[in-house]
């Protein structure tokens, strides 16, 4: 991630929606995200389930303050209509954003854990670059939420039933799911504070991405 700033969402969507929801991120919603003023990039994941289908967007921001400004909150309360036919249907929606605190590494991953934490780790720096040492780890981001910021009302909010917050988030980013599930493992011993408060230790799979240098150029 290059900027300072993150916005991380979690959600849920029936399995007879699927293809409308997928055509809606990658044709018209992270289009519209990342081309606003303050977006760097979009990555979206595919939980590695079976039984749901359950997706982590990853958003990169120049600074937290894009969260609540002009250009972002413009959107978020003129959501287009396909914005409005999709936005109803998501469940366990959860969303924050805030500041990236330490990362480590370099490049991306294609297998993920995308980590809600309760408290942050009290040298988080030095837990990124220990797990990012780890084999077959590329990345790690640590980031705290801007509750602020997360909660300006706005119409999209108000589109959705339920939206969970979260304080912290946890990125480890690996080449596949044994050096991701190793890493796991390993925060266990050395960080068992984190681990523990964690909410989701699911397996997250890259399936889409847009740079805003791409995006642009329509």
């Known amino acids: 991630m290059r900027g300072s700033g993150f916005l991380a969402i979690w959600s849920d969507i029936e399995r ?30 595919r939980a590695d389930r079976p039984d749901l289908d359950r997706f982590f967007i990853l958003y990169e921001l120049e ?26 249907q998501l469940g366990n929606f959860i969303r924050g954003g805030g500041i990236i605190v330490a990362r480590a590494g370099r490049g991306e991953g294609s297998t993920i854990a995308a980590l809600r934490i309760e408290h942050l780790p009290e040298q988080p720096k030095r837990l990124a670059d220990a797990v990012v040492s780890l084999d077959g780890i590329a990345a790690v981001q640590i980031g705290a939420t801007d509750l602020a910021r997360t909660t300006v009302p706005t119409v999209e909010k108000g589109m959705r039933q339920q939206e969970g917050l979260f304080a912290g988030l946890f990125i480890i980013e690996a080449l596949d799911e044994i050096s991701l599930r190793g890493a796991l493992g390993k925060m266990a011993e050395i960080a068992p504070e984190v681990i523990q408060g964690a909410n989701d230790h699911e397996v997250y799979q890259g399936i889409f991405a847009l740079d805003a240098r791409i995006a642009n150029l329509d």
């Open 63 to 88: 600074t937290p303050e894009v969260l609540d400004g002009p250009a972002y909150l413009a959107r978020l309360n003129a959501p287009t209509p396909w914005s409005q036919r999709i936005m109803p």
């Open 16 to 45: 007879k929606a699927l293809t409308d929801y997928r055509h809606w991120l990658t044709r018209e919603h992270t289009t519209e995200r990342v081309t606003t003023k303050g977006f760097i990039a979009s990555r979206v994941f």
